[in-house]
């Protein structure tokens, strides 16, 4: 909740329901299944079910069935997972979505979706026990808020290495989805082979 504004609740119900109403149909709205509804613990670790839930079809198909709430909880996910697997300087051309860009400035809309997501994970409810149904754990949603928080910080503390250091750069683009494969600053200028390597503690080297 904002200050000010009704609590939303996102209701998992809903997604099964949405799943079961177009089980038997023979055009699928969605990409849910009944393994993705109804994971078990194992199955709960697989990103590919997980991204058949956080789907920009299941957004569309729970906003037209009236679950408004829920689909802006997914829409909310969705977006975040959008922004930190960007691994491709024109995927968002390619793919005529904004949210695919690479964050190139430290006031980028990709850092302040970061920063929006942290907030609204920050003021959820954690809970333990009888309330743990209704509300992510406490140490999740610290660990998600923390994360958040984290890559925003990262993305604005080597952007600004990049223009400091550097010169003659028209621009950096900055890639969060390669952060654990290794390359993450790509500089655009011809002739210049500039890589930046994230190590584990996420200091910077230039070669």
Known sequence: PVIGEPVKRAKWNEIIR???????????????????????PLERQKVSLVLDVFHEKTVAALQLNGYSETADF?????NFWTVVNVKSPESHIRLNDIRRAP??????????????????????PGGRGASRPRSLTTETRKAIHQTANGLADLSRHLLMKVSCRLTGLRESFLFIGKATAGVIIYPLIKFWPVRGYAECNFTVNWS
């Open 18 to 40: 949405l799943e079961e109403a177009s089980r038997n149909h023979i055009v699928r709205t969605t990409r849910l299944n009944p393994v993705a509804c109804r994971p078990s």
């Open 74 to 78: 997914v829409e909310r996910v969705l």
């Open 103 to 124: 964050i190139s400035s430290t006031n980028s809309s990709a850092i302040q979706e970061l920063l929006s997501f942290a907030a609204v994970v920050d003021r959820m």
